[in-house]
Every structure is written in C-alpha cells, then in structure tokens.
C-alpha cells in the first residue's frame, strides 16, 4: 500500500534589510506634517483630513499648529486597526473651508497640522465628491504590499470604485468591509477586523485589472464605509473615481519595488472623456531607454517608445495630443537596475484653467516620501480666487497652483526652488523652512504660463511646467492646484530607523493540512533599537504550531506566548521586551501555521480565502518611537475533495476477498460497501455474498476537520466455470444476470474464438 502525506509547503518570507527605495510618496508612520487646503468654491464639498490605524491600541493626535490664528481643529484618541479618525475642516467652532450656499463669508483658508501616533498611521484629505482619484499607501510603509485599509469618502452622485494592480501573475484578491456602521460626518468609525464580510474575490495576473478586464471594482466602495484589501503577493491599489464622473486626479504611481522611482509600473489612467489621460516620465538616471505600453488581448502593445532619456529629463504622452484613450492597464519600463517616475492624471493638460484639479505628493529621486531632490510637475492654475493665504496675509490670485513643502521635523531646512528648463532662469527662489513648519511655492497663470512655452501648449516648444527643488535635510513636498475635487494620502516626513519586509520569491498558495513557515528578518538600517516589541497577529483558519525570535549570530531563542483572542477571532503571539537589537546581529521571526479546513464559529473557508500573517516591530531609534509591519497573506485553497483509494479488483466473483486501501493520510477512515456494511481503518477487507454491483466508497476526515470521499463500481458474479490447463492458465468466467464475464488476466497469449451460438 502507498500512502501519499499532504505537501509540506515552506514559505520562506525573509525579511530582508530595506533600502530607501522601499518607501513611497504616500505612506504609513507615525509622523505627518501637512497642509489641508479649503475648497475654493460655495458647492458644500467640503474637505476632511482622515487619520487611519494599522493596529489595535494606536494612540492619535491631530494638531492644529495656529499659523492661521486659529486651533480649534484639534483631535486626539485611540482607534483599532482599520478604525479611522475624521475632521471636516468647517467644524469645530471656525470655518477654514468654504461657506455652504446661503451661509456667511468663513475663513477659508484651510489648516496646517502636526499628526502623531505611536503606531502606524494613514493621514489622508479629500473632499466631498466622486470626481477625483489617488493611489492607497499599503500598511507596511509602502505602496505595494498585501493588505491595505480605505476609508471611503462622502461623495454626490457614484460611490468610489477600486483597481488592483498584479506584478505576478496568480495574485489572489480579497476585498472586504469591515464597518460596522456607516460614517459621513465627523468622529470616529466603526469597524471590525474580525467580523467582516466579504465583497469581492479575484485572482489577477499581470495586465488584467478590476475596472477594465473584469469591471468588478466599479462602484463597490460604499461612502461612509471602510474595506480591507489582502492578497496573497503584492499589489498596487488605486482608489477613487475610475470609472463615471472621473475628472479630476491623479498620483505618483507606485513601482515594482514599492517605491515611486523604480524600473517597471503597472497602472490605469482614468478617463471620463476621450483624450483626457495622460501620462509623465521624469528619468533620474542617464542612458535610460524608456517605453509605454498597454494591454490589449493578452499582449503589450506599444504605445510610445520615449528613446533614451537622460538624468533629469522628463517626457510624456498625453490622450489631447496623441487624439487615442486606453480603457486598459498601462506598463511603463525603464533600463533594469535605472530609476525613473512616472505620473498618470487626466484633465490636467486636456482642460483649461479653471477647475482642473488634483493633489499629489512628489516623488523625489529615492523614491521615498522624503528627500533633497525633486522635479515637480506644476499641474496647471486653477481657480482660487476665494481663499485666503495664512502665510502671505492676503487671498490667493484668481488662478493659482502650488508646490508646498514641508521642512524636517526638529532642524531648519534651507531649500532652492528653479525651474527646470532654465535652472533657475525664470523661477528662482531660496526658502527657509523652520523646525515643523512649511512653505507655499505659489505659481500665478502667468508665472506658470511662463516655464511652459510662454502659451501652456505641448506643441509650440520643448518646455514643460517643471520645478527643481533642492534642499539641505530631507523634506515633503505637495503639489495641488486644489478647486473643488481632490483627493490624496500623505507621505510621513520622518525618514525610517528600522523595517520589516517580505520576500515575494516564494509560494503564497496553500491547503489545509500543508505546513506554513514563515521567516522574517529585522532591518536595522545601521542604528540600534531600543525597547524592542514584537508581536504577530494571525488570522482564524490558521493554527500556529510554533513561533520564536532567533538571534543567529549569538544562536540564541526567545519563544513567543500564544494565545487565541475568542473576541477578535484571531491568535496573538507575544514576545519578551528586548532592551537592544544590536546592529551586528540578525533576527529571524520564524513562526509555523497550518491551515483548517473549518473557521473557529465552524463555517467552512472558501476557495481563495486569503489568510494573513501580521507581524509587527516596535521600538526606539534615536529616542523616536517607531513601528515597522508586514502582513503575509496566503491563499487558501479547498483540498481536493476526492479520498483515493485502492482496490485488488472491481470485478470479483461471490467470497472471493478484496482488499481496500487508502491512498490519503487522515485521522478517520470509513468504508461503505454498498451493501449497509461498514469498516473504519485505514485498510480493510471484504467478500460479497451476493452477485451484483455495488458503490464502495471511502470516506477520510483529517486532523483539521476537512472531509474528502470517493467511490468506485465492484462488480460480483457467480463463477459459472473455471478451466486449468496443463501449461498452467487460468481462466475465470462468471456471470450476472444476463452479462457473462471472462477474465484472461493471467494469461500473456491468448487463442480463443467466439461463437455466437444462437
């Protein structure tokens, strides 16, 4: 008998030391220096700043720093993981938003804020409407990754539609809300993690999105609703109007290496009209061949070869001049091992200056959300004309756009502001930002008008609305021409002590039974970590068998307390408090699970249900508290149903024994001769007394509770006769019912005629 064992699946997620390029421009920390512009217009959009945990027992605080005079906008409290805070800028005793129609002239002159937290936090704004679009940082302190939170905001007419960008191809999707109530206004909402349902289940490869390929993702974010995205391998996530009414937004766009500067996107441009999507490459290396692709029945077609690009220069297709709109997923490439950026937006340059608008933050040329060195697109002047600016003391001109910047936390920062085509020709001017505060790089229609040809035309020369800045410590900078539809996440200013990540080059795919090993790695990015925490957090549907902290350089072992939470439905493993992580030594959290077949309330899981692993690192690096995580999602799929087994003979004739055997290791075994007799062993043994067919099946449970069965067809006869010759053949044959059987199994030649003798 052979018995096959279930696969033993090693996942061998290694968290590798993390590079500068694992940040994006938008992005989780504990960290947040920012400006929330109003709305310009008396339309009731107003304008919210969206403060969201990636853990339980995050503490908050939202500052307003009073530059305006004003700080009633001030918030602080503890949210759960997914949970958000919201504050409209109108509320709170002054009005730094745009009146409604029929109220009183307001402020309106928006707010600047200090956000902290002790734990990952998202920091978004965004104003009431469904015109505008952004990309969604993931939990992990970057832009591509496995799990991701959207709170999604109020809007007028579509609720918000949601894309999913794959890098490989089988990348299962799950989408699932996890609110408990719908929010709208100010406060706190209400979610749970644990008690969610699910909206949308699909497996993508590269080149097929939710929006265009499968339309799934149009108009399935509810407002006032927060989901949670999972995949088994990592993904991009684009958030907002995709499809109806899109005509405002736009973004860095994250790249393969979760940055946005890299050497291969993925991305859609949204587009209400025909010609309005558009697209910027920025090049931060020299001989950088660079091509636009997209897909189109299971090819890339090109779009537009760029040639080869050198550092600093930038290039762009946009739909107004091409006169040609995609409804597909885009791919930029650049040279392997070169960086580039690449922007995609609409109504920008296809509209006029008026109410095209959009925020976004700037990539600078690491590819984090701080930098030294920028090239900004100055999307073009918008109307503005009705809000006042805090830092001038004056309103802002009728048109306007602006690159704001944000200056490092605890030192003055001293930044040159030039544009690009001239190096400072036409725009040149040197700021200094103090400690937390920030300035406005404000363009009138004319100033703007003035670094891209004179008349705001592609066609009429070679100059582009590009602005370099350079500083001397690590900044943030913003761009918007805000009128009355944006949406943004903001990027931390705090540049990372330490990080946790995952290696995508293993298998994400798993059954029940199969054991999961998971190995995870600290990067200490030079410095020591005090007061380290660790602790994971593991979905339902997976038993944790083990989880330890190794030190391999001292060969040393903290075993983890595991304990399930019956409340939040998931298993908490916790870690001694480690004074120091020393830089010279390398930590491995490595923790083995296996998947059940049967969640704890006893519901079974489904195909594709995407299980996670969390892990997080708290602790202190040069007397700022920091966190790190990294969620490890593995698809779940249903173990073949089917419990193989192995029979002596279907065609058997009365008392002869056959003898059963299963080919799956189980825990229970029942067997079920068709004729109401029963055994339960793994192998059984067994004689029919009487002539006929019979359905022998096989029945298995395993040690996680997953059923599996088959069955096959014996056939039992009487034995009419049986000749024995003396060359020693053997012949059987017998009957049922009217069907006689000959067997000549045991014979390698046969000579034999068959007469009919009716």
Same mark, same amino acid.
């Given at each position: 008998m052979i018995r096959l064992s279930f696969k033993t699946i090693i996942l061998l997620a290694v968290l590798l030391l993390c590079s500068l390029q694992g940040f994006c421009v938008g992005e989780a920390g504990t960290y947040f220096n920012i400006f929330v512009a109003p709305n310009n217009e008396i339309l009731g959009r107003d304008v919210a700043v969206v403060v969201t945990a990636m853990d339980d027992n995050t503490n908050f605080k939202i500052s307003d720093t009073n530059e305006d005079g004003d700080n009633d906008d001030n918030a602080a409290g503890?949210?759960?993981?997914?949970?958000?805070?919201?504050?409209?800028?109108?509320?709170?005793?002054?009005?730094?938003?745009?009146?409604?129609?029929?109220?009183?002239?307001?402020?309106?002159?928006?707010?600047?804020?200090?956000?902290?937290?002790?734990?990952?936090?998202?920091?978004?704004?965004?104003?009431?409407?469904? #015109? +505008?679009?952004?990309?969604?940082?993931?939990?992990?302190?970057? *832009?591509? %990754?496995?799990?991701?939170?959207?709170?999604?905001? =109020?809007v007028n007419l579509s609720p918000n539609d949601i894309n999913v960008?794959?890098?490989?191809?089988?990348?299962?999707?799950?989408?699932?809300?996890?609110?408990?109530?719908?929010?709208?206004?100010?406060?706190?909402?209400?979610?749970?993690?644990?008690?969610?349902?699910?909206?949308?289940?699909?497996t993508l490869s590269k080149g097929k999105d939710l929006v265009y390929y499968f339309s799934e993702g149009?108009?399935?974010?509810?407002?006032?609703?927060?989901?949670?995205?999972?995949?088994?391998?990592?993904?991009?996530?684009?958030?907002?109007?995709l499809y109806t009414n899109e005509h405002d937004g736009g973004g860095y766009v994250p790249s393969e290496n979760?940055?946005?500067?890299?050497?291969?996107?993925?991305?859609?441009?949204? #587009? +209400?009209?025909?010609?309005?999507?558009?697209?910027?490459?920025? *090049?931060? %290396?020299?001989?950088?061949?660079?091509?636009?692709? =997209?897909?189109?029945?299971?090819?890339?077609?090109?779009?537009?070869?760029?040639?080869?690009?050198?550092?600093?220069?930038?290039a762009e297709w946009v739909g107004k001049t091409s006169m040609q709109t995609y409804a597909t997923v885009f791919r930029v490439r650049g040279s392997s091992g070169k960086r580039i950026?690449?922007?995609?937006?609409?109504?920008?340059?296809?509209?006029?200056?008026?109410?095209?608008?959009?925020?976004?933050?700037?990539?600078?040329?690491?590819?984090t959300s701080a930098g030294k060195n920028f090239l900004a697109y100055m999307p073009i002047p918008s109307k503005e004309d009705r809000v006042f600016n805090a830092l001038t003391n004056s309103y802002m001109p009728k048109l306007a756009t602006h690159a704001y910047i944000f200056g490092n936390k605890n030192r003055t920062v001293h930044v040159s502001v030039k544009d690009a085509y001239t190096n400072g020709t036409t725009i040149n001017r040197s700021l200094t930002i103090n400690a937390a505060g920030y300035a406005d790089v404000m363009l009138d229609s004319l100033q703007w008008l003035s670094i891209f040809n004179?008349?705001?035309?592609?066609?009429?020369?070679?100059?582009?609305?590009?602005?370099?800045?350079?500083?001397?410590?690590d900044v943030a900078v913003m761009v918007t021409n805000f009128n009355d539809?944006?949406?943004?996440?903001?990027?931390?200013?705090?540049?990372?002590?330490?990080?946790?990540?995952?290696?995508?080059?293993?298998?994400?795919?798993?059954?029940?039974?199969?054991?999961?090993?998971i190995s995870s790695r600290v990067g200490h990015r030079g410095k020591k970590i005090h007061s380290a925490s660790f602790k994971q957090l593991v979905d339902d549907g997976l038993v944790v068998i083990s989880a330890l902290l190794r030190d391999s350089t001292s060969s040393t072992i903290?075993?983890?307390?595991?304990?399930?939470?019956?409340?939040?439905?998931?298993?908490?493993?916790?870690?001694?408090?480690?004074?120091e992580l020393d830089t010279t030594h390398i930590y491995f959290l490595e923790t083995q699970v296996v998947p059940t077949c049967f969640f704890r309330n006893g519901i079974p899981m489904e195909e594709n249900t995407n299980l996670n692993v969390e892990s997080f690192l708290n602790g202190t690096v040069d007397s700022a508290e920091e966190v790190a995580e990294v969620s490890m999602p593995i698809a779940y799929h249903i173990l073949d149903s089917q419990a193989p087994f192995t029979v002596s003979t279907k065609q058997a004739v009365l008392d002869e024994p056959i003898y059963f055997s299963s080919n799956r290791q189980a825990t229970t075994y029942l067997w079920d001769f068709g004729n109401g007799q029963q055994a339960s062993a793994d192998t059984a043994t067994y004689k029919y007394e009487s002539a006929g067919n019979y359905t022998a099946r096989l029945t298995t449970v395993n040690e996680w509770g997953c059923t599996a069965s088959s069955s096959e067809i014996i056939t039992v006869g009487d034995v009419v006769n049986s000749i024995t010759t003396i060359e020693q053949a053997h012949v059987r044959i017998w009957s049922t019912g009217n069907t006689v059987y000959v067997d000549f199994d045991s014979e390698r030649e046969i000579d034999a005629e068959i007469i009919n003798l009716d």
């Open positions: 503890t949210l759960k993981a997914g949970q958000s805070y919201i504050l409209f800028l109108r509320e709170n005793g002054v009005n730094d938003d745009a009146p409604h129609a029929g109220e009183g002239v307001s402020k309106q002159d928006g707010d600047h804020f200090i956000i902290t937290g002790n734990k990952l936090l998202l920091v978004s704004s965004s104003s009431i409407g469904e #015109f +505008q679009h952004n990309w969604l940082p993931a939990t992990n302190k970057t *832009s591509k %990754g496995k799990k991701f939170f959207i709170y999604s905001n =109020r960008m794959a890098f490989e191809d089988g990348t299962v999707v799950n989408i699932r809300k996890i609110s408990k109530a719908t929010t709208l206004h100010s406060g706190y909402t209400n979610v749970s993690t644990s008690h969610d349902s699910l909206v949308l289940q699909r149009k108009d399935i974010l509810k407002p006032g609703e927060t989901y949670m995205v999972t995949s088994n391998k990592d993904v991009t996530v684009q958030y907002g109007a979760g940055s946005s500067s890299g050497a291969t996107f993925y991305f859609t441009v949204p #587009f +209400q009209d025909s010609a309005q999507q558009e697209v910027r490459i920025i *090049s931060w %290396g020299n001989n950088n061949p660079v091509v636009l692709e =997209r897909y189109a029945n299971g090819s890339w077609v090109m779009v537009k070869n760029f040639g080869t690009l050198s550092k600093n220069q930038t950026s690449v922007v995609e937006d609409n109504w920008i340059e296809t509209r006029k200056m008026l109410t095209s608008d959009l925020a976004m933050m700037v990539s600078p040329d690491n590819g004179g008349n705001g035309s592609l066609t009429t020369g070679p100059q582009r609305p590009y602005l370099s800045i350079k500083a001397d410590d539809n944006w949406m943004l996440h903001y990027g931390s200013r705090m540049v990372h002590g330490f990080e946790l990540e995952d290696d995508d080059n293993y298998e994400r795919d798993c059954h029940s039974g199969d054991t999961v090993r903290l075993h983890g307390t595991i304990a399930y939470d019956s409340t939040e439905r998931r298993t908490e493993v916790s870690f001694p408090l480690i004074e």
